[in-house]
């Protein structure tokens, strides 16, 4: 019986190499039937709204990071991304709460974040 290359572990794999190669829109394009597939794997939806921030989605990493944020109130990650997100949308009354959680969750300054080499990374992938 041949292999199944499109397992959702094996689509993730993809999606963190695009990821990892800087490919942000193509490893957008294969998380999202992974999340719609399961919703409840916070890490692979983080890496997704990661996704659609760094290919300037702004709009789709918002809804991604605030549905993060709604089944895991304390996922200080998400509420950093968020914070940057609204920043880059001109919300910068919006982005300080979130930015502040952050900062009180990880003891990190503001200086931390997306691109900036700090912060702590998602968890897992699908069945993790």
Do not use: K, W
């Not at 041949?2 to 990821?19: I, K, Q």
């Not at 968020?82 to 910068?92: A, C, M, Q, S």
């Amino acid at each position: 019986m041949p292999l199944d290359d499109t397992t959702p572990m094996r689509e993730y794999e993809r999606a963190v190499r695009c990821f990892e190669a800087r490919d942000y829109s193509g490893a957008a394009r294969l998380l999202r039937p992974l999340v719609d597939a399961e919703p409840n794997q916070l890490g692979t939806r983080l890496l997704l709204a990661r996704a659609y921030y760094h290919s300037a989605q702004l709009g789709r990493a918002e809804t991604e990071l605030r549905a993060v944020l709604e089944q895991d109130p304390a996922e200080a990650y998400a509420h950093l991304v968020l914070g940057r997100t609204l920043e880059r949308r001109n919300r910068p009354v919006e982005a300080i709460r979130h930015l502040r959680l952050a900062e009180a969750m990880t003891g990190t300054g503001p200086a931390d974040g997306p691109g900036r080499g700090a912060g702590r990374r998602p968890r897992g992938g699908p069945g993790a």
